[in-house]
């Protein structure tokens, strides 16, 4: 009885803390335990209770990228607003978008600085605080290629890297798609 108990308990604050992450921060849960011959079997009874909303959005850029626009459009999209309800999945992911546009911007450097989620359980109200600094952006180089088949001209013809420019992921994702459909290559291995 005792492992059953000890069980039921467990599955108690697991529904708990699965509500939390739907925003559910007060909800009713009762539990009731039962044996029989061959078994035990517990039912959890859950009410949800009201869903705690999205009081305050601050999300801010400081840095040179601070002035790009596409960046500015990525938190313009960002899934955490206003008015809505609160779930954390939302909120991490708008964390992830964050870092991974930086990344493939070329904000290499970028970093939180502040990643704030407060809940305010008495008023059901939720306060998201997102500070990132994009650091510089860093432009394309020149490639080198570590092959000693094909001619040096040849393989240069297939990469036309836009040295010089801002880094973008896309840049690389389009050379690598080039070397690969030129026919000379088994494998093609691009590291930034």
Known sequence: RWRATRLSEKGEAEARTA?????YY?????????QSETCWRASVKVTP?????????????VGP?????????????LPVRVGEPLNHKHY?????????HAIAHGYLDGRFITTK????????????????ETGKRYSLGEVDFEQDVLNPELVDRFARAPTG?????????????????SGYFDSVDLRP
Not at 19 to 23: D, E, P, S, T
Not at 92 to 100: C, D, G, L, V
Not at 165 to 181: A, G, Q
């Open 19 to 23: 509500l939390r992450a739907m925003g």
């Open 26 to 34: 007060k909800p009713d849960v009762s539990l009731e335990l039962d």
């Open 49 to 61: 209770g009201p869903r705690v909303e999205i009081q305050t959005v601050d999300v801010k850029l």
């Open 65 to 77: 990228g601070s002035d790009d626009d596409e960046f500015q459009s990525v938190l313009a999209a």
């Open 92 to 100: 991490e992911s708008s964390k992830q978008t964050i870092a991974n």
């Open 117 to 132: 989620l407060g809940v305010d359980v008495a008023n059901n109200a939720a306060h998201i605080e997102l500070l990132y």
């Open 165 to 181: 420019e801002p880094y973008d992921s896309d840049d690389i994702v389009e050379i690598n798609k080039r070397l690969s459909l």
